[in-house]
């Protein structure tokens, strides 16, 4: 541990709690188990220390941007603004869920994580040159769990104080309970300079391009158009072992187009590099064209291990029409997943069943062994099917007869007081119609939900689809002004305080908060709790499990889909690393290769001859 004055020390002693425990330093932390990368590694596997630096990269972007602080509510944040900040610490694309130093030189814990203490790199600083302060530090997390968006107060909720305690070292006291995770996404927070913005307003948005300590810097914008960032050539952080072999591209520019068919065409004209392609339509059917077959885009399904998450038709249970957890289930009868994956998405995707697919987190089968401890104090306050059945959305063939489905699902809209009148749904007591609004920020799933309103339609539910620009969509989402949306959660391999505000009970009503769905369930809100507190990944595993079959069987969303594998479009000009790690793509370990740049402007003005 660094010495600290008496005066310090004692300051420390004051308001720190004593944990018992001694402390480790170590130049990483992995949540359970331990590091892949002993100290003094030299860089990731997956990325290549002798990519060559330079060229320009040209990316996309659909909608529009009017701030470059996407730390707020308020404002739509440009795409790529991340690339001017650093972290403490730098995860791994290859383990669970691990974080090594990276504005941090350093993590001091005591084994049982009750408190976490960083020491910042020396040599970090700001564009300005400026260096990178525990005053910084500070100021970042008071202002962002208090004027940033809700996320940052439920995911680091558990943070009772953060104090200076030497010249380069700065401590966040937790409060009582176990939460493993905390040290671990404490490393995770963009560290912001509080002298920049001292003078400003942080609760507003603003296109003034702010100072940073990362590996690029705002070179040239059009407002809501493009954004065009420029390397570091001087950059403090290039030569760390978490940075080695990324950021390579000199410049990374992003075009702002209307939607993502307008985009599509742009790239297969020239008009940007690089695309992550998420449409199966487009994906089997629009880039059979003369560029791909000679060989000059690139079209390539890049494998991953990582867990898919929940994507999925998400009911605002605010209303009340979607509170009662029988009409929930019933819609999903008039979801035909089978019929989609043939006829609209090639056969490309798997249906997801549960919040944590393609990962050893998944609740399968009935519950068993720890999973069952954890949920047999919970008999009486949860679905009895938790116990006794596996959880499966609605099936068919494939031809398009949902007969049985809607059968299924009348039933129990009629369990639920909903009688049809006049070929309508309608409530017995109040007389009021069944009917929704699906709302979109794309017309690409337009095609999609069409087709589950037609079928819905013969159960005398009335249901209206409509696209909205990105602006509206995002006040709206934020507001909680929709029935139906398509939303969902990302997920990782190690789940933890970030399910508070996906569904925790306190999110649900916090405007900008991820529990779109409005859940307020204390059985999740303790289940959570046990996530969080999980004291190995044996445990974590048993927790999130749980977890995971009361979402099932709440019926909360209507399940989508998942592919195993990232679909990735690119102008033949880019080398990449050897080995993909289970996160799956990392394109921010790829790089310009001069050759292949070269022979690409030669057989395009080539064909244009």
């Known amino acids: 541990m660094r010495l600290l004055t008496v005066a310090v020390f004692t300051a420390v002693l004051s308001i720190a709690p004593v944990s018992g425990f001694s402390a480790e330093t170590s130049h990483g932390l992995a949540m359970h188990g331990d590091l892949k990368y002993p100290a003094g590694f030299k860089n990731f596997e997956y990325t290549n220390p002798a990519a060559p630096k330079g060229g320009t990269v040209r990316l996309n972007a659909v909608g529009t941007f009017d701030s470059f602080n996407s730390f707020i509510v308020k404002g739509n944040g440009a795409a790529g603004v991340g690339f001017i900040y650093d972290n403490l610490m730098h995860g791994s694309a290859d383990e669970a869920f691990s974080q090594y130093g990276q504005l941090a030189e350093s993590i001091e814990v005591p084994k049982d994580r009750s408190w976490a203490a960083f020491t910042l790199r020396a040599e970090a600083k700001w564009h300005d040159g400026k260096p990178v302060s525990v005053a910084d530090v500070i100021w970042t997390f008071n202002t962002l769990t208090t004027k940033g968006t809700p996320f940052y107060r439920f995911y680091y909720g558990n943070v009772a104080d953060v104090v200076q305690t030497g010249p380069r070292t700065v401590r966040f006291n937790f409060k009582p309970g176990e939460n493993r995770e905390l040290p671990l996404i404490l490393g995770q927070l963009t560290i912001l300079p509080k002298h920049y913005w001292q003078n400003r307003d942080f609760t507003k948005t603003t296109l003034e391009p702010p100072l940073g300590s990362g590996p690029y810097k705002i070179e040239s914008f059009e407002a809501g158009r493009s954004i065009t960032y420029t390397r570091i050539k001087d950059w403090w952080g290039e030569n760390i072992p978490v940075n080695r072999g990324q950021y390579n591209f000199d410049t990374i ?96 995707y798997s249906r997801t069943r549960s919040y944590f697919d393609n990962s050893e ?188 079959r009361v979402l099932q069987w709440g019926h909360w969303v209507i399940p989508h889909w998942h592919a195993k594998y990232d679909r990735v479009a690119y102008w033949d000009k880019f080398g990449r690393p050897r080995i993909t790690p289970i996160q799956g793509n990392q394109f921010l370990a790829w790089w310009v290769d001069p050759k292949k740049e070269e022979a690409l402007k030669s057989n395009i003005a080539s064909a244009i001859q």
């Open 253 to 348: 520019r992003y075009d702002y187009y209307r939607d993502s068919t307008v985009a599509l065409l742009a790239f297969k004209g020239g008009e940007y590099d690089y695309r992550a392609e998420n449409s199966s339509k487009a994906w089997a059917t629009a880039y059979k064209t003369p560029n791909v077959e000679k060989g000059l885009i690139r079209k390539v399904e890049i494998n991953h291990n990582r867990s898919s998450g929940m994507q999925a038709f998400v009911m605002n249970t605010r209303r009340d029409l979607f509170k009662d957890r029988r009409v929930r289930k019933a819609l999903a009868y008039g979801f035909d997943f089978e019929w989609s994956n043939k006829n609209l998405f090639y056969g490309q």
């Open 361 to 548: 987190l998944a609740a399968t089968g009935v519950p068993e062994g720890d999973e069952l401890k954890l949920l047999e104090p919970y008999r009486g306050r949860i679905p009895d099917e938790v116990f006794s059945q596996s959880y499966n959305p609605p099936k068919n063939d494939g031809s398009g007869n949902v007969r049985r489905n809607l059968r299924s699902g009348g039933r129990l809209l009629t369990e639920a007081g909903w009688r049809i009148k006049d070929n309508k749904r309608v409530h017995e007591k109040t007389g009021k119609p069944l009917e929704f609004e699906v709302l979109l920020v794309s017309p690409l799933f337009e095609r999609i939900v069409l087709p589950f309103a037609k079928n819905l339609e013969k159960l005398g539910v009335a249901v209206r689809v409509r696209t909205v620009d990105p602006s509206q969509y995002r006040r709206r989402i934020d507001t909680f002004d929709f029935d139906v949306i398509v939303g969902g959660a990302g997920q990782s391999l190690s789940p933890g305080n970030e399910q508070r505000s996906y569904w925790g009970s306190t999110a649900a009503d916090i405007e900008g908060g991820r529990n779109t769905i409005g859940i307020k369930d204390p059985v999740i809100d303790e289940l959570i709790e046990k996530v969080i507190a999980a004291p190995d990944r044996k445990a974590l595993v048993a927790s999130v499990k749980a977890l995971d």
